[in-house]
């Protein structure tokens, strides 16, 4: 073990033993230890720590490969899990893009000495709001769940009310998400949903709209897969409380639906993912924002705009930010939140994304979307003691109910692993009244013969437990 008095750590800064001992000195201590003084002895490790030794650069290449080849992921397994990070195409353009230099390592930085990328975040927002219909989008949050809680706290200062309302239908570690957001400030109340069909109970919401609550929270398609067709309805009523209608959204599947802002959304929120992001072990999340133009809006986004500004030379324009003031940024604590990292590489990918699709493209996978995904639904409702949970239409998701089956989700999925599929997320523990279902995801990436290769497997795995 080195000595810890002449050792200098090649990548901890001011380890040099000469500017260790002055940094000492300044404070009036001569030792290390003396810095851990306050430290109940009870609490300190009194042995030396069980580090193994080094690798080399291939040992350690080995190892990691070794521990990383115990892993199935969705390219060794069909999958069909889904509920919130979801199996797409992605095309080899959008990693040849952020995988350049000068973007992928492009977190923070000024138009003077970070070239492209206000740019490429100004072409994304620009793209995305075309999409969404709406005028004015920020740069990404980490994922849909900090979209979804900073777009309900923008309708608190917005209305200065404290109460947001939401279906039960949200994901559940979505909805953990929003409340711990809000906490500090608006109370989160449920809204039923209808048992037959997964939608929103309208009767239920207009009875608890009140002169307090800020914003009424929906999504459309929802966590569920179902296609909200009453958003029209809830937005009027929650226009007629004075409260702001917010929409969450998965945007791949604006190909095919209307935009939120055509049936009433005053904000427009979801999940970036679906853009041309790799699931990478549940990550590659983005969250997004979008409104209209409109101040009482624009000047509650917590986080950066970027439009284009003129500059010094007259008829020059450049990028930049948008009420910059308004931010954590320039005003630290006195920001309208605290924002911090934002993940503006998945931003600069759903650019290159949508710019690669255009309009045509989205409307194409959306309806592939579509088409494989009541196929999928249909074939699965043919098998014995199986049936869709909910009726109605749905967009990439549905759920399917398995309690006349005698078999719990958990063991229909373990069998499935066996055959080399991944089945449904379970649902029984986020929705224990249901029983036994399941949450299944289907996608442009799926051909028929993935499908009917899962029914098969159902059927099979169905009736050997009813023999």
Known sequence: MADNRTYAHPYIPNTVPEVRDAMLKEIGLTSMDQLHDAIPDSLKLDREMNIPAAMNEYELRRHIEGLLAKNKHGADYLNFLGAGCWQHFIPAVCDEINQRSEFVTAYAGEPYEDHGRFQALFEYQSLLAELVDMDVVNVPTFDWAQAASTAIRMAGRVTGRKTALMPRSVDPDKAAIIRNYCMPVMDIQYIEID??????????????????????????????????????????????????????????????????????ADIVCGDLQPLGMHMNYGGGQAGFIATRDEEKFVMEYPSRLFGIVPTEVEGEYGFGDVAYERTSFALREKGKESVGTQTALWGITAGVYLALLGPAGMQEVGSTIIQKSGYAAKRLAEIPG????????FFKEFVVDFNKTGLTVAEINR???DEGIFGGKDLSAGYPAWGQCALYCVTEIHTQADLDRLAAALRSIVGTSSN
């Open 195 to 264: 048992p037959a069909t997964g939608k929103m109970d309208v009767d239920d919401l207009r009875g608890k709209l009140s002169g307090d609550v800020a914003a009424v929270y929906y999504e459309n398609p929802g966590y569920l897969g179902i296609i909200e067709d009453q958003g029209a309805a809830i937005s009027a009523l929650a226009h007629e409380a004075g409260a702001v209608s917010v929409v969450g959204v998965d945007p791949i599947s604006l190909g095919v639906l209307e935009p939120p802002a055509r049936y009433g």
């Open 386 to 393: 199986v049936s869709l949970r909910f009726e109605g239409a």
């Open 415 to 417: 069998r499935l692993m």
